[in-house]
């Protein structure tokens, strides 16, 4: 993982069209942190188009965040698309452990084989049928508890498990990295989670699932460590963060990515 620069440089120089189906408290700020980074974001949720908009999308992701039954199956529906031209979807489980409708609904979109999973330490860990102790969408059990969980559950779909927190944890089921980049005042922001699902979305757009993931969480953290230096509260860093995901530069990424093996 040297030079890590280069997968947002690769993303940035054909900006790929990613379909979000997510929640209504995260469309407007899921947009404009793709359009920072340099990514080009759609929101497209509706049942009777999410699939045909599938078929020219470069990348699609799935946030069960305000789920209903339409929308859950335009998931499915969307998903199966990407699966048959080959194209990656990523999964974000908001709150899986909750309610019986969530789990379901997760269920099925798992059995479809997802690119990458994206979620706290307490959704992975329900995803993959381990106890848990999540609370609403917030996690309530470290990253270090997930990443056994992490990895049965990338071997289960072939895909790539992200486990993200203070300390973010990706495996393939083989290999697996921790990032250490990151802020503490990124979970105090609504839809910063929700953004980065997106943003991981972009980067596995023709790359690599694991790279391009380790990437956008790289580069995710590190713009959210250079705006909470400049800035004192949630407010001013929402806007401080959005300037430092567009001022990124992939030289920049490549020498402040923390990342290592695991």
Same mark, same amino acid.
């Given at each position: ?32 942190? $793709?359009?920072? #980074? *340099? @990514?080009?974001? /759609?929101?497209?949720? =509706?049942?009777?188009?999410? &699939?045909?908009? %599938?078929?020219i ?21 969307a ?21 019986g ?23 992975? $860990?329900?995803? #993959? *049928? @381990?106890?848990? /102790?999540?609370?609403? =969408?917030?996690a309530?059990? &470290?990253?270090? %508890? ?14 790539v ?26 979970p ?15 980067f ?24 909470g ?34």
């Amino acid at each position: 993982m040297e030079k890590i620069g280069t997968y947002l440089e690769a993303m940035r120089a054909a900006p790929p069209l990613v379909q979000n189906i997510t929640n209504y408290v995260a469309m407007n700020v899921v947009a404009n942190v $793709m359009l920072a #980074a *340099g @990514a080009s974001p /759609a929101m497209v949720h =509706a049942r009777e188009e999410a &699939a045909e908009f %599938a078929g020219i999308a470069s990348a699609l992701t799935v946030n069960i965040g305000t789920l209903d039954p339409e929308w859950a199956a335009a998931m499915e529906e969307a998903a199966q698309v990407m699966n048959a031209a080959g194209k990656p979807w990523v999964l974000d489980p908001v709150a899986v452990f909750a309610t019986g409708f969530r789990r379901q609904a997760v269920a099925r979109l798992v059995a479809l084989k997802p690119t990458v999973i994206r979620g706290n330490a307490s959704e992975i $860990m329900a995803v #993959a *049928g @381990a106890e848990a /102790a999540g609370q609403g =969408a917030d996690a309530g059990d &470290a990253v270090e %508890a997930a990443e056994e969980a992490a990895r049965g559950l990338a071997k289960q779909t072939g895909g790539v498990v992200a486990v993200t927190g203070e300390v973010d944890f990706v495996t393939d089921g083989a290999r697996a990295y921790r990032v250490d980049n990151g802020h503490a005042v990124m979970p105090k922001v609504t839809a910063l989670g929700c953004s980065l699902t997106g943003v991981v979305g972009a980067f596995v757009a023709g790359q690599p699932a694991l790279e391009g993931t380790v990437a956008a969480l790289a580069y995710y953290g590190l713009a959210g460590e250079r705006a909470g230096a400049r800035t004192d509260g949630p407010g001013s860093f929402a806007v401080a963060f959005l300037d430092e995901l567009h001022g990124m530069t992939p030289e920049g990424l490549s020498a402040g990515a923390r990342v290592r093996a695991a």
